[in-house]
């Protein structure tokens, strides 16, 4: 059995329970990640606090790093002990291990501990996004100057 952290009602911290769920066999496309770190986001206390609608009863957390134990029909991209990251809903990453879509993990390179990953996925692909979609950087870029005379570039 696996462990997490659930609310059955919104309200203050008081509402979280650690809890023995049980995670099952990954279906068609998903895979069975094994915690090794999870991010803890202020936007957690949002969805806790009912400010954030939230079906319940709800998992804690959106963002976690770990090692792929079980995989789905289907699965390529993956195999059982690869190390992957990811960010975003459904809710549920406060917990030991948890079924995921394999279409929404990062593969996690080894030099990146899972604590990093986990602390850091959700701001690097929001960065990533704002500097190539949102507004792409050129040489030209008064930050990208600033970049390059600092040796950062």
């Known amino acids: 059995m696996a462990n997490a952290i ?5 309200g203050t911290p008081s509402v979280m329970r650690w809890e023995e769920i049980e995670v099952g066999r990954p279906g068609a496309g ?3 990640v094994r915690h ?13 606090s009912g400010l954030y609608p939230a079906q319940l009863p709800a998992g804690m957390g ?3 790093a770990g090692v792929v134990e079980e995989i789905g029909e289907g699965v390529v991209d993956f195999a059982v002990g690869d190390r992957v990251t990811y960010t975003g809903s459904p809710l549920g990453a406060y917990a030991t291990e ?35 979609r949102i ?16 040796g950062l570039d």
């Open 62 to 64: 959106v963002e976690g």
């Open 6 to 10: 659930r609310f059955h009602e919104i």
């Open 36 to 48: 090794e770190a999870v991010g803890l986001n202020f936007a957690d206390t949002y969805f806790r």
């Open 30 to 32: 998903e895979v069975r």
């Open 98 to 132: 948890r079924i995921m879509a394999s279409s929404d993990l990062i593969a996690l390179p080894d030099g990146i501990a899972f604590d990093t990953a986990a602390a850091m996925t959700m701001r690097g692909l929001t960065a990533a996004y704002l500097l190539r």
């Open 135 to 150: 507004y792409p950087l050129k040489a030209e870029t008064p930050c990208c100057c600033m970049l390059r005379r600092a």
